[in-house]
């Protein structure tokens, strides 16, 4: 089996840009599963439906198309609210799981999620579970979204990634959890350059990789 990277945590944690990075340093494909649960909510929202409802959720994920993950508008708290929602409904989470699987094992990937390393790809050989506080996850995001939204307020954004994370967490079918064998990587106080170089030594150690000089 190629290699495959499982890079979990909580939201705004860095997983994002850590995963896109590793991705590019060990020459491997890059998923974002994220976008997939963004676009099934989107589906759902284009229909003026609630994306809680498992039964309009679960048909829309499995009418999902490549060019949905292309949308403009997956990111930002709506999309934010309906991704969460629609990946509580398990018809939705059994309907993306082989679209994530085959991707990873055609030549080996670094997924970025919430369940990679305990249902999607439970033998990866290398997972981490990228944390940080709730307070510095909540500073990041807000200053993405004040580009977009001046009106935007820390505390707003904090209490709106606390009722996400606990949704994730709580949700019965693949909920947000470090694998038993993931490695925990805090990124409170690392920039992206130093919580980059602390994951790429991660993973050359777990795949048993020496260090390229860059
Ligand atoms: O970028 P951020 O960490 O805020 O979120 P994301 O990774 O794009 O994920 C958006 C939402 O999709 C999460 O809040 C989860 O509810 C869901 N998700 C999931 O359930 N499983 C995954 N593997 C990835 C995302």
Redesign the pocket.
Known sequence: MPHIIAV?G????G??TLARRLAAALDLPYL???????AVGRLVLDEGADPADAAIAESCARRLQPSDLDRADLRGPAA?HA??NV??VPGV?AALLDFQRDFGRRHGAVL?????GTV?FPNAPVKLFITATPRARAER?WRELLAKDPSATLEAVESEMAA?DA??AARST?P?LPAADAVLLDTTGLDAEAAFQRALSIVRERLGLAATPA
């Open positions: 979990d909580p939201a705004a944690a997983k994002g974002d599963t994220g976008l997939l649960y963004r934010d991704a969460s990946a509580a989470r970025d999620g919430r369940d990679i999607v995001r996400r949704r994730d693949a947000m």
